[in-house]
């Protein structure tokens, strides 16, 4: 259904020029990151990106508005997701069936009730609003350094790992090690090889 509906949505921005084939595209970004990586803060760096230009395509925004609002959820930042589910209510009023879902889980998950009507030009209501999004761009920072410390204990296991199955592979050369042990040596080697395979692929790595 998920898939179904971003097809759709794509569909209906092809004909409104670049600048909402643009958007599109940074949508069709996001649900692949959301929906096949299972990668909702890739996803919310999609979704911000379309949210920027907002203004040029109100169904495409309200839709990554929505949708940058269950990636918050999904990672447990309460206030980023009330917010954003208030913001597709206050600015979206018209995107009924989005209007209607940011109510349902803004009542049956938070128990908040829904913000009021929209205020044009309510510079309080933007600061708030430039405020969140400044705050997730500095946690998809913390969250991307953190990948590439992790990569890196990984690539450094396979190093050892790698000088592990050379060095047992000497051994049983010179007869002072079974083959048992360069078998064990190998498949540590290919185990440490598909996690950083799987996290590579934004999968979830498999258990040691």
Do not use: W
């Not at 179904?4 to 794509?10: C, E, F, G, P, S």
């Not at 000497?170 to 079974?178: C, D, F, L, V």
Request: proline letters at 3%; glycine letters at 6%.
């Amino acid at each position: 259904m998920r898939f179904r509906t971003a097809i759709a949505i794509l569909l209906a921005c092809a004909a409104t020029g670049f600048a909402q084939e643009h958007m599109a595209d940074g949508l069709r970004n996001g649900i692949l990151e959301e929906d096949s990586k299972q990668d909702p803060r890739g996803a919310i760096q999609q979704y911000q990106v379309v949210m920027t230009q907002f203004a040029e395509a109100r169904q495409t925004a309200a839709t990554a508005l929505f949708r940058m609002a269950e990636c918050l959820r999904k990672v447990g930042n309460r206030g980023g997701a009330v917010a954003a589910y208030q913001r597709v209510l206050k600015d979206f009023p018209d995107q009924t069936k989005l209007a209607a879902q940011s109510r349902t889980v803004l009542a049956t998950t938070y128990n908040v009730a829904p913000a009021g009507s929209p205020m044009a030009g309510n510079q309080s209501d933007r600061a708030k609003f430039e405020k969140l999004m400044e705050g997730q761009k500095e946690e998809q920072a913390q969250a991307t350094a953190f990948r590439a410390r992790y990569r890196a204990s990984i690539q450094n296991e396979l190093a050892i790992a790698q000088t592990q199955l050379a060095t047992a592979q000497e051994r049983y050369k010179a007869g002072e090690a079974p083959v048992t042990e360069v078998n064990a040596a190998r498949a540590k080697l290919a185990q440490i090889e598909t996690e950083l395979a799987a996290f590579d692929a934004g999968m979830t790595p498999p258990a040691r």
